[in-house]
Nanobody
């Protein structure tokens, strides 16, 4: 019913930048928030950033504050993650999430971000 398609991942050197996009399609009425998670090998999936429907209220993991910026375009049901000053520890599979309610949570397929040292 709902599909999230991520793009923008890839290989980048430390200090470089990437911009991830996540476009939601399907039977979407609204979303309480959209966010980005990441999962590195051998580690739990962790929240990177989220943004609520108002488009201004955001939350970031301490490890990415000041380097990553999340934004959204409600009209396009799209969320972005601008990643600057990338570090090798940012290497992970990044997943987009859309939350409508506690029973309506959707995930993207994930996109690989690899940061070389």
């Amino acid at each position: 019913q709902v599909q999230l398609v991520e793009s923008g991942g890839g290989l980048v050197q430390a200090g470089g930048s990437l911009r991830l996009s996540c476009a939601a399609s399907g039977s979407i009425v609204s979303s309480n928030y959209m966010g980005w998670y990441r999962q590195a090998p051998g580690k739990q999936r962790e929240l990177v950033a989220l943004i609520v429907t108002d488009g201004v209220t955001t939350r970031y993991a301490d490890s990415v504050k000041g380097r990553f910026t999340i934004s959204r375009d409600n009209a396009k049901n799209t969320v972005y993650l601008q990643m600057n000053s990338l570090k090798p520890e940012d290497t992970a599979v990044y997943y987009c999430q859309l939350v409508v309610s506690s029973l309506q949570r959707y995930w993207g397929q994930g996109t690989q971000v690899t940061v070389s040292s």
